[in-house]
RNA sequence: AGAGAAAAAUGACUUCAUCGCUCCGGUUAAACGGAGAGGAAAGUCCGGGCUGCAUAGGGCACCGCACCGGGUGAAAAGCCCGGGAGCAAAUUUGAAAGAAUUUGUUACAGAUAGGGCCACAGAAACAAACCGCCUUCGGGCAAGGGUGAAAAGGGGGUGUAAGAGACCACCGCAGUCUUUAGCAAUAAAGCUGGCCAGGUAAACCUUGUGGGCAGUAAGACCAUGUAGACCAAGGAUGUUUGAGCAAUCAAAUUGAAGGGCGGCUCGUCCGGUCUUGGAGGGUAGGUCGCAUAGAUAAAUGAUGAGGCUACUGCAAAGUAGAACAGAACCCGGCUUAUGUUUUUUCUCUGAAC
RNA sequence: UGCCCGAUCGUCUAAUGGCAGGACAGCAGAUUUUGAUUCUGCUUGUAUAGGUUCGAAUCCUGUUCGGGCAA
């Protein structure tokens, strides 16, 4: 059980970026957009995860920033959900409400998106990876 | 004393613990140690550094700036300090005109260098004469005339045919004049001018003065390798000169067409094609540029406890840590946004003398 | 992040510093048995705050909003 988030553990790489935005897939709910793909290229580490808002919906760049720590924080305490799954994984987490969320509120919305991805993840084991490849 | 407005200063509240983030040091790897958002980081309105374009050159065009002295600065500027002038308000004084003081404010050169424009109204908008006044009927005059933002100093007297700075006193105005004070802008006094003449330069323009253009996505390096493009050498070509009727031959030259120096021009640099050799851009990205914070989908956060401050409450206690707002090459100025507290100035209200 | 542009009726656009005009749309009326077409009339604007000027959509400065270019 590790609570540590550094340079390895988030998506920096413009390449990898571009995969995930391309074949991702996604999980909703209200105010919070999960993005999950799994990568064929650059595994050497295992599980990592990237937080974006739009400049849309929050226009004071102090706002995004904010949130963004939020989603990090939560996160980082919660991302060992995702430690009994076998293979790599790219996430990608975008807030999408419009107003400023408390921190409870990101807490409660990040914890359940893992447990879904989580859920799918362990349903289709691998009939997805094949088809992702080309 | 209270309330309000403006300006200036202040500005992650502070300490400890736990879990974490970015960079640097350290280590085989760890442990560990150090540094880590703002007064505006914002707007991008001005400059400077730095980088490339030729080493950044001349002229024109274009774009700024404009009272005086000192400081900062390479410099016009900007900013700071002090002064001058104009404008506005208040107060005092005065019968009034005005004067003085205080405060605020000013994108403060030139309108006899030049042309341009001044709608509507008005006789007339820089031109004089429509009505008018006088007349010896040739003419003289600009006092009076509903306009307008603006109509060739003011009101009084002399004077006259009627009038007019035509003349006189006072006030106002102007001055490449003189003296005095001041480094200067300028001021005061005198003298001169009858007052030659509206406004607009934040329209063109003139004078003085400054500016080459682009921007770190600048720019440099590494990696990969087919065509084209690039560099060097050689051949050939071009130009000029000489010989020759001419074809052509010999010598000299790297010039010509064209292109670069991001508007034009001068000046300056490169120079068609083929062969051989070299070099290695994009397709693909990475590193440097890059900092006593320094990332590159972009770090300063979360939780708990104590203190401090503010608010609510008789108290116990509870709530909050604010407003504006997040570095992206660096530095200076300007502008705009802004909670709390403090200071200064002004306005209003109340109380006392 | 850096560098640049622009803002006029609901929409598209004109306008030497001098009464903000046109088209489409909207509303009302006329024509028609009714509707469309057509005709007549009306309504609706210079993004915002200051300044220069007698006078500003226009000139100057600040702000707001929108857009473009550079990988």
Redesign the pocket.
Same mark, same amino acid.
């Given at each position: 059980m590790?609570?540590?988030?550094?340079?390895?553990? &988030?998506?920096?790489? =413009?390449?990898s970026?571009?995969n995930l935005?391309r074949e991702a897939k996604a999980v909703r709910s209200p105010a919070l957009l999960a993005l999950y793909h799994v990568p064929t290229i650059n595994t050497e580490h295992r599980l990592q995860a990237?937080?974006?808002v739009s400049k849309k919906n929050f226009?004071?760049?102090?706002?995004?920033?904010?949130i963004?720590?939020?989603l &990090?924080?939560c996160y =980082?305490?919660q991302k060992n959900i995702l430690n009994d799954l076998p293979g790599p994984l790219h996430l990608?987490f975008t807030f999408t409400g419009r107003q400023l969320p408390e921190?409870?509120y990101v807490y409660k919305k990040v914890g359940a998106a893992l447990l879904e991805i989580d859920r799918i993840m362990k349903s289709t084991p691998k009939d997805e990876t094949p088809s992702q490849e080309k």
């Open positions: 590790s609570f540590t988030l550094g340079k390895e553990e &988030r998506i920096k790489s =413009r390449k970026i571009e935005f990237m937080f974006t226009k004071r760049a102090h706002d995004r920033n904010a963004k720590r939020y &990090r924080e =980082r305490l990608c921190y409870e």
